[in-house]
């Protein structure tokens, strides 16, 4: 392992006191940290600066054909802020043909013949994505199917007048419990994010739709009568648990 992490030029540390970090960590919440060797100080770098969607986002539209697409099948604008490759293989089997979009790429003004947009997840910021906000105003504009999907759901409501804030404590794993508001199912996902949905500013027309049972922070929102849904976690799965891959079958049914 050592000589991997040589290779690679990858950091590491050992012999540190983790309950001391773990300490500070659950008192401050996450924070920007740096490893100093020999007294050798280096600059913090602060990802939240960054537009960071923008750096890890594709360069060029890219179109995904289904092997199930007939002529009547949807057309579906993925805007794509970093978003996981099940997101494609979970529309195309569906019948979709997916027209993958860079962050910043307008798909009314290129003229494209989407019938409906997905809002992939991303890191950073959703506030450093202003295009990508500016997109899905128009897409809400036009009030076709919407479905955000992690970040998507932070620009999603950013997009709709509502608001988004840096959570002490991010979500990361595969277990996060995740209940549908109204009901009493809740859900195993997946989650990766640091950054939440503010309820004390939910976009007009929308409501809370999922909570997360361990802090109660909003994990999805839906518009009362038109077709925009997001959710803070990740229903495609792989890596993590299928309990809401249901969410692309309700998405594929709008266009039914």
Not at 72 to 96: F, M, V
């Amino acid at each position: 392992m050592d000589s991997w992490l040589r290779e690679e030029d990858i950091p590491g540390i050992y012999g540190i006191d983790t309950r001391a970090l773990t300490q500070k960590l659950r008192e401050k919440g996450v924070m920007l940290g740096k490893i100093i060797n020999s007294d050798q100080d280096v600059e913090f770098v602060d990802p939240n600066t960054q537009n960071l969607v923008a750096q890890v986002s594709p360069k060029e539209l890219t179109v995904h054909s289904s092997q199930f697409t007939v002529h009547s099948s949807p057309k579906i604008g993925l805007l794509n802020c970093g978003a996981k490759k099940n997101i494609i293989r979970c529309l195309t089997s569906r019948g979709a043909t997916v027209y993958e979009l860079p962050w910043n790429y307008d798909p009314f003004e290129n003229d494209l013949p989407i019938d409906g947009l997905v809002i992939s997840n991303g890191p950073g910021d959703p506030k450093m994505a202003k295009e990508s906000i500016a997109i899905i105003k128009k897409s809400m504009a036009r009030k076709i199917p919407t479905f955000g999907i992690c970040l998507g759901n932070q620009l999603l409501a950013l997009a709709a007048g509502g608001d988004t804030y840096k959570l002490k404590f991010g979500h990361r794993a595969q277990n996060q419990p995740t209940i549908q508001v109204g009901t009493k199912k809740c859900y195993i996902t997946t989650q990766n994010h640091g950054f939440a949905v503010s309820e004390k500013k939910m976009p007009h027309g929308f409501k809370r739709w999922f909570i997360n049972a361990n802090d109660n922070t909003n994990e999805g929102i839906i518009h009362e009568k038109l077709p925009f849904f997001s959710v803070q976690f990740h229903p495609e799965a792989q890596p993590g648990p299928k309990d809401t891959e249901f969410l692309f079958d309700r998405f594929m049914d709008q266009f039914k």
